[in-house]
């Protein structure tokens, strides 16, 4: 059944808000986005996308056109706990795309495919599509905070993760033969380097050694503090990307998740059907890869992945935090 408006209002104009949209348009609704950023922006975002995304990139009708961004691909994983490194293959290539360069892309497609856009802070209002990433304020205590930058210089074919002493960071390909640099660590560790994150990386000899040989091209950039797991929010809306759930970022499917959400709040807006319909839906869609990643997360903060480490088929990692 078609919304009686046959229009949906769209607050926040990231990769959730734009597939939400994209889903909107091709069930016959008018969508406009709320956003007051004009143009699209770096982010602090991993920047891996798994090989399921083309699925959803196609669905949207822009995978073309990200193809054309000419994207790193990526074949293997490799996890570094300390100097001990677990190694595999992916099942499929992976894909490296800036947020810069795929907000824009579906952020244009939305616009051009007739998406009304509105460049001001809106408020959510009932059966709204919300997608205006984390709001939820974490507890006070020691913080965490995210940390991205992008480098020049010898470029890998495997998205590579270095798990320190209460830190980690991620490092991959993206297009043009950059390397993104990601992480997250506790406020009181960043507070014990200045915020300096190059003296971070030395506490970690793998990802020094890794790290080394780059040249940085663009000023760090910082979000937070983050909390992981589902967001509270209105029941009379749909909440989408990480308005709805803040995965993990080291299981990589923070991107993906975002879009399935997007396109799946578009197609429920334009049905009319009920949020709370929808928000069941999408929690067996994403209980999965919720539950495992904090699974992972606890092994790791407990010290137990360290252990287990070399022993762990590293596609268990990948396979396990994917849709479900």
Known sequence: MMAESNSVKIVGGGLAGCAAA?????????????????????????????????????????????????????YSMKVHFGRRVCADRLPEPAIGLSRLRLDHLLREAAIQGGCGYVAERSSPHPRCILATGRQATPPSGDRIFGFKAHFSGPVGDAVELYFGDRFYVGVNPVEDGITNVCGLAPESLLRSVNFNFEALFGLSPALRERTEPLTQNMAWLTTGPLLYGRTKQPLDVYAAGDAFSFIDPFTGAGMLNALESGRMAGAAAARAESPAAYRNTLSKRLGRPLFMASVFRKALEAGVGQILAPWIPGRWLFSLTRLG
């Open 22 to 74: 994209l889903a909107g348009l091709r069930h016959g609704v008018h969508p406009t986005i709320f956003d007051p950023a004009r143009v699209a922006r770096h982010r602090v975002c991993g920047e891996f996308l798994s090989p399921e995304v083309r699925h959803s990139l196609e669905w949207l009708g822009v995978w073309d056109a990200a193809e054309a961004w000419a994207p790193a691909l990526m």
